[in-house]
């Protein structure tokens, strides 16, 4: 209920509950020829145990009468019941999508790990979960108008068959939850978790190709895909033996329909009290009603993976769509816990840090303690340390994506910042695009992103690859270096005050690191970066050096040295 609500509340609801109306009215319409159908079969073999020709012809022309109407709206039905899904899937994996990229919800998943595979989940969970919900409330609906229409014909040709199918559905609905219920819920939701697991490993895989080719690692990847794919196996062994079961119990559960009819009708046919064509449409209406009335039973498997899918999409929903806080978060922390606090990012004019102390995640060990800094325009600060000292998270605390720890970030606004890392993203798309990434488009001529290629050292690869309009695998096409010049060029469309760089230049030559720097430095804008050449300290004005423990020293760039 609380991933479906908003769509039946919402800006949605009218076409929505529209639709449905529209499918309820199919379904009754369905419904009410169905039961003339069957009354029509019953009419036929009556008329064929009485010898009567005129009234077996006139009951099939009313039959193929109800065909004619039965078929096309048959069709109709099942066609608005896909579209309506569609149309729902649309706007959940939208909504979805908001919460998943809003806030960098996307980067919180992927740093803290507590949702795997997002990408399966919203792809499809969602699909699957809109196209059963669909299809079960309608089956929901559908079996209620049944059991109205059908109930009111069995139970004026046999009461003893009325009471005997009620008994028998709640025995059987009853049995087959004890039995198979949560184990089957649990076996598809881990079945669902393996195969993405799987995929992802496969992915990875490709993703990878050329580190794994380099290393020759073929067999250490063929252990783990071996592991994972036996994860799959296993789990889905476990599952069919369970299923094994559960068919053995549907397969009796309905057989025995075919033979209960005949029986407790036997002594009213062979009496001469009931028509042999009216036992046969008492069997019918008794077909009919047991399916509506087991309805749990007859959809228990698709019913199980339908529980396991919800449960995955209600786990990241949690995540990416919070509720409001509940008062028990906002309770003070148990005497010597480690405080929970979050490093906060507020606006400014100018870049500064006060009282910063930076965590590892979960809070395990303190990398930066009490930190105070601040930066003038047209600045440049150095930091440096031994690995994992602190340096990156550092970095992601001033670009608002590191909240382990405390303290306060003044920052300008994101429009106005830039972070380069070491290994750029390259887009799928133009190289128009990867110029002015992350906008959509740029005001800037043809000839003015040409020049800024130039400018970074790229002017002939416009020509290479085709013109800026052409589209290639960027990452496989440049090398690193080059990926990192690109980078660097949508500094200068963009043209942000402060840059931030995470060993941006660590593949390029000292030529072009330094032109770049250079670059930058005359632009007047503000620089942190974390680099360990000393031909880059002249591009700074301050060293921030971290020892890992939490301790840090300021230093002047002029006259500083990494040996001393």
Same mark, same amino acid.
């Given at each position: ?196 697991? /799987?995929?992802? @490993?496969?992915? %990875? !895989?490709?993703?990878? #190709? ?7 690692? +073929? *067999?250490? =990847? ?83 993976? /339908?529980?396991? @899918?919800?449960? %995955? !999409?209600?786990?990241? #929903? ?7 806080? +509940? *008062?028990? =978060? ?235």
């Amino acid at each position: 209920m609380q991933v479906a609500r908003p769509y039946w509340t919402g800006d949605q609801r009218r076409w929505a509950w529209l639709l449905l109306a529209l499918m309820i009215v199919l379904m009754l319409a369905e419904t009410q020829l169905a039961v003339m159908l069957n009354q029509k079969a019953g009419e036929m073999t009556s008329a064929l145990a009485g010898r009567d020709r005129d009234r077996f012809w006139d009951a099939v022309r009313a039959a193929l009468l109800v065909l004619a109407f039965a078929v096309p709206v048959y069709a109709f039905y099942y066609y608005m019941r896909d579209s309506f899904s569609n149309h729902w899937r649309r706007w959940l994996t939208g909504r979805f999508l908001d919460g998943y990229l809003g806030n960098r919800n996307y980067y919180q998943l992927g740093s803290i790990g507590e949702i795997d595979n997002p990408d399966q989940r919203i792809s499809e969970d969602i699909d699957t979960f809109t196209a059963r919900s669909t299809n079960f409330l309608l089956i929901l609906l559908g079996s209620f108008m049944q059991l109205v229409a059908f109930s009111a014909v069995l139970w004026s040709l046999s009461h003893v068959l009325v009471g005997f199918l009620v008994l028998y559905a709640f025995v059987g609905t009853f049995g087959a939850l004890y039995l198979f219920g949560a184990p089957l819920i649990r076996l598809n939701f881990w079945q669902l978790r393996r195969e993405a697991d /799987f995929r992802f @490993g496969l992915m %990875r !895989l490709r993703e990878n #190709a050329e580190s794994i080719a380099f290393y020759r690692g +073929e *067999a250490q =990847e063929r252990q783990q895909i071996d592991q994972r794919f036996d994860s799959v196996y296993n789990n889905y062994a476990r599952l069919i033996r369970k299923q094994r079961s559960l068919n053995l119990f549907q397969r009796a559960f309905s057989q025995l329909t075919l033979v209960v009819p005949s029986i407790i009708l036997a002594n009213d046919v062979l009496s001469g009290e009931l028509e042999v064509g009216a036992a046969v449409q008492a069997a019918g209406a008794f077909v009919a009603v047991l399916g509506a009335v087991s309805l749990i039973v007859d959809n228990f498997d698709a019913l199980s993976r /339908f529980v396991a @899918g919800i449960s %995955r !999409l209600h786990a990241l #929903a949690q995540v990416v769509m919070p509720s409001p806080p +509940e *008062a028990s =978060e906002h309770e003070p922390p148990m005497p010597g816990a480690v405080p929970r606090s979050k490093v906060t990012v507020q606006p400014a004019e100018r870049l500064a840090i006060e009282a910063l102390t930076l965590y590892t995640p979960g809070f395990g060990r303190v990398l930066v303690r009490d930190l105070h800094l601040e930066l003038k325009p047209g600045d440049g600060l150095l930091i440096t340390g031994a690995s994992g000292c602190g340096k990156s998270s550092l970095l992601r605390a001033i670009a608002g994506l590191w909240h382990d720890g405390s303290g306060k970030v003044h920052s300008l606004p994101t429009s106005q910042m830039f972070f380069l890392p070491q290994r750029p993203y390259m887009q799928n798309g133009s190289l128009r695009s990867q110029i002015v990434y992350p906008s959509h488009q740029s005001p800037l001529s043809d000839p003015q992103l040409l020049q800024m290629l130039r400018d970074v050292q790229l002017g002939s690869l416009a020509e290479r690859a085709g013109g800026l309009d052409a589209v290639h695998d960027w990452e496989k096409l440049l090398s690193t270096g080059e990926q990192q010049r690109l980078a660097f060029a949508r500094v200068l469309v963009h043209r942000p005050r402060v840059v931030i760089l995470d060993e941006a230049t660590s593949a390029l030559d000292n030529a072009n690191e330094a032109a770049l720097y250079a670059s930058l430095r005359s632009s007047g804008v503000t620089i942190v970066s974390i680099a360990h050449r000393p031909a880059l300290l002249q591009h700074h004005t301050h060293v921030l050096r971290l020892d890992g423990h939490g301790g840090w020293d300021l230093h002047d760039a002029e006259g500083y040295r990494f040996d001393a």
